[in-house]
């Protein structure tokens, strides 16, 4: 029987969306006000869903106490109060778009599960604006 998991959790990170090889004209006509310079914040909100088997001795399918602990140093220490494409190394040449974030999100809580788990991510970069990836 297989039963997901989630727990959620919130970070606050600044950002600016644009390419490097891009003109300022191109990259607003494609960024908006994104393309801020100066930068700009968002609170986002994640899910972090893992699925597996209950594992028949601790009725579990992963204790939430360590998905807690993995998410908190993972991504709540590593993004909470950053500015992304300054502070984390992840996004020096990847634009940090709410996409590239959970993928980034993605593959750092995967890497500290077991293989036998499937784990999907979904953030909100506002109440409105979310993505989901899964792998």
Known sequence: MRVTVSRKAH???AHRLYRKDWSMEQNNTIFG???NPNYHGHNYELIASVTGEIDQETGFVIDVKILKDIIKKEIEDAF???NLNLDVPE???LNPTA???AVVIHQKIKAKLASN???EVTLYETP???VTYSG
């Open 128 to 130: 409105r604006n979310f």
């Open 117 to 119: 788990l499937d784990l």
């Open 99 to 101: 996409e590239n974030i």
């Open 91 to 93: 996004f020096k040449d």
């Open 33 to 35: 006000k994104c393309n």
């Open 11 to 13: 970070f606050n990170s």
């Open 80 to 82: 909470d109060h950053k």
